[in-house]
């Protein structure tokens, strides 16, 4: 299996502030396409999680665009340019290259 | 506009088959390019992805749960079920089902919280 490795487990941040949240995968996520198949969800509190990123850096539609997504090899990073009071939740980053499509353990973002 | 609604128990018991119904509305499960999924996520815990099943019939699995999972469309019912068999307490979690194309869950359900105890 792939496996994905999520860090910081916790980031307390400060509104108006960037973050970054890391995912590291165990192989690499190309696909043949050219495509890294690595997506990023936020799960709010008590909500269901929501994609923001798809493709390695393909922002959702109708994700703010303070949110984007980059990639170095393995290594993948979600930032937020400036971050705001509603960005709270967990974060998870996902393979979809291959079976089984694995998750990272997750990275709480809090208000400081 | 397009939404969907996990139905089924809230409580099973132990190795007990469960059975999960997905029923989804604005989109048709009947061509390659979308699928439904399933995901769960035990409480406080991570997510998990078990099965997704496309419009033109394919169907992934989790390895590790694959003896025990299967996955079925109804695209006449704009329905997807998830069968699970032999359940354990450590199966308690909730269970999202979740609209998928261009690579990835654009859509999800509210889920449904599934306790396995005796």
């Known amino acids: 299996d792939i496996v994905m490795t999520q860090s910081p487990v916790s980031l307390p941040v400060t509104p108006g502030e960037p973050a970054s949240i890391s995912c590291m995968s165990s192989q690499s996520l190309l696909h043949n396409n050219g495509y890294n198949f690595l997506e990023w969800y936020l799960q709010k509190p008590g909500q269901s999680p929501q994609v923001l990123i798809y493709l390695g850096s393909n922002r959702a539609s109708g994700v703010p665009d303070r949110f984007s997504g980059s990639t170095s090899g393995t290594h993948f990073t979600l930032n937020i340019s400036r971050v705001e009071a509603e960005d709270v939740g967990v974060y998870y980053c996902m393979q979809s290259l291959q079976i089984p499509w694995t998750f990272g353990q997750g990275t709480k973002v809090e208000i400081k | 506009q397009i939404t969907l609604k996990e139905s089924g128990p809230t409580l099973v018991n132990p190795k007990q088959t469960l059975t999960l119904t997905c029923t989804f509305s604005?989109?048709?499960?009947?061509?390659?390019?979308?699928?439904v999924g399933w995901i769960r996520q035990p409480p406080g815990q991570a997510l998990e992805w078990l099965a997704t099943v496309y419009g033109n019939e394919n169907k992934l699995y989790s390895p590790s749960l694959r003896s025990r999972l299967t996955i079925t469309k109804d695209a006449s019912k704009n329905q997807v079920v998830l069968t699970m068999t032999n359940l354990d307490p450590v199966d308690t979690a909730t269970y999202f089902c979740a609209h998928r194309r261009t690579s990835n869950f654009d859509f999800w359900g509210q889920g449904t919280l599934v306790t396995v105890s005796s």
């Open positions: 604005g989109f048709s499960l009947t061509t390659g390019g979308v699928a």
